[in-house]
């Protein structure tokens, strides 16, 4: 539906005027130094084309229409005078906010839109967030105003239009922090921070200040980390509907897996192992490897030399060797651990699982089939597990350039929205390949999950379809994945708070 009205910051409608859109990308263009006039009226009437293209609607508000007028500036190669306009938008927002925060109650407010944990948006209410304060962290009405100012003075030097409860929360507490709050935070801390971690930070004598960087300071350089991104992408990532893997490092690809060859010596392979994740860490963010059977298999044999009681001399001190090399073994995976993901191969089932040796979440097991035993004791363990018969055979390579995964719970038919979801996942995959120009990650796979939707749904085939069909109008493949990463599913969870997927 062709838009009809506008919706401006103060929440009112005016006319929809598309020669406005015309003059503000042509305004673009003489700040790029591409002065078209006639190449603005084009691209304006595609900006209305695509707002009825992805169902916004005959009312849109100007933040929808102004990240139209950026998705269609990069989508049309018009690379230079997108970057103008966003430059240009981002100064406006701050400066509108700044003036927004120190101004009387009854003459302004920010520019903001709070999405609930129910999904649903509501516009910046002061005095909701007030009330809020204190009735749910019981402070008095002139603390609650001077953490709302805190609040709002931290969002205005972002670009956010628009944040979850939980990012709001997390902001919140920091500020409470800052005040000295500290037993409120950790009885009521639920999100950015385990209570246990800041109980015993408080305890070694941290200060708020201090710690302040595992709540809201740290949500918002979570968000700063996608300056890279297009805004309808960073967007989606901060309502939990999409996750990108490696924000904290672009530069390098997502996740290779690496199955090492068999070896009578159980210390070459180790050897190899380091000298791959040497080589491999460079280029790639993640890293698995998968150690063959004898590396299981000289553990539980430590193990059992351990329960073993001898009274002969020559027998003592053989005991004692093998037991400093199944120390030494376990202490070498443990160090390699804190380099890259291990999995022990199995075959079989191990008796090593009744009494793990390692302290390290990161060494686990991984299996030719899914065995229901092995995989309830490393569930009891928190402890991931893989499979699959191409796990056993040396020189085995997996290389997933890009991981992505997105949100779809609630859009159940809801084709507008899956259609927006479609292009966020895209847009970031094509982002993030941009910037990997390493030979090493020629070829990888870039790879997505879908969580929210039943499978074999209609929805979620029209959303794998949208998706396939979007990358290749892109120019790449992606290819879809059903498992998630732990960090995917955390993400994921804040769309709504209540549930992991």
Request: net charge negative; hydrophobic share 40%.
């Amino acid at each position: 539906m062709q838009p009809t009205a506008l919706v401006n910051r103060q929440g009112q409608l005016v006319p929809f005027d598309r020669n406005r859109i015309a003059r503000a990308i042509n305004r673009a263009q003489q700040a790029s130094g591409a002065d078209d006039p006639i190449l603005a009226d084009e691209l304006a009437n595609v900006v209305v084309e695509h707002l009825e293209r992805i169902g916004e609607g005959p009312q849109p508000d100007i933040e929808r229409v102004q990240d139209a007028v950026l998705y269609v500036l990069r989508e049309s190669g018009n690379y230079d005078v997108a970057m103008a306009y966003a430059r240009y938008r981002d100064a406006r927002e701050r400066s509108r906010r700044e003036r927004a925060v120190h101004a009387p109650r009854a003459e302004a407010r920010p520019n903001l839109q709070v999405i609930g944990r129910d999904g649903r948006t509501r516009p910046w209410s002061r005095d909701l967030l007030e009330q809020m304060l204190r009735d749910h962290y019981d402070v008095s009405n002139k603390l609650a105003c001077d953490v709302r100012m805190d609040v709002e003075l931290a969002l205005a030097e972002s670009d956010i239009t628009e944040l979850d409860s939980n990012l709001l929360l997390s902001l919140i507490e920091s500020s409470l922090l800052r005040h000295g709050l500290h037993d409120e935070v950790q009885r009521r801390c639920s999100l950015r921070l385990d209570r246990n971690t800041l109980a015993d930070q408080l305890e070694n004598g941290s200060d708020g200040m201090a710690i302040m960087g595992h709540c809201g300071a740290m949500a918002l350089e979570n968000y700063t980390m996608l300056n890279y991104m297009p805004v309808e992408v960073r967007r989606l990532y901060m309502s939990g509907r999409l996750w990108v893997d490696g924000m904290g490092d672009p530069l390098r690809g997502s996740h290779f897996t690496a199955a090492l060859d068999g070896q009578p010596n159980p210390w070459h392979i180790i050897t190899q192992a380091f000298s791959l994740v040497t080589r491999l860490q460079r280029d790639w963010q993640r890293v698995s490897l998968i150690l063959p059977p004898i590396i299981l298999g000289t553990l539980e044999q430590g193990a059992l030399t351990q329960e073993a009681d001898t009274g002969d001399t020559a027998a003592e001190r053989e005991h004692e060797r093998s037991q400093r090399q199944h120390h030494d073994l376990i202490e070498s995976l443990e160090s390699l651990a804190l380099e890259a993901c291990v999995y022990l191969y199995c075959d079989g089932r191990t008796p090593l699982l009744d009494r793990w040796p390692f302290t390290s979440k990161r060494i686990s097991l991984a299996t030719y089939a899914q065995d229901f035993l092995i995989l309830r004791q490393l569930q009891e363990l928190e402890l991931e597990h893989i499979s699959g018969p191409t796990l056993m055979k040396g020189g085995y390579r997996r290389r997933v350039a890009v991981a992505l995964a997105i949100n779809a719970q609630g859009l159940d038919e809801q084709f507008s929205q899956l259609d927006h979801l479609a292009m966020g996942l895209v847009a970031a995959a094509r982002m993030r390949l941009s910037l990997l120009h390493r030979p090493a990650l020629a070829g990888a796979d870039v790879r997505y999950a879908i969580y929210g939707l039943p499978p074999g749904s209609a929805s979620c085939e029209y959303l794998e379809r949208q998706v396939t069909q979007e990358g290749l109008r892109c120019g790449f493949a992606l290819s879809r994945t059903s498992s998630l990463p732990a960090e995917a599913c955390e993400h994921l969870s804040r769309l709504f708070g209540a549930h992991t997927p």
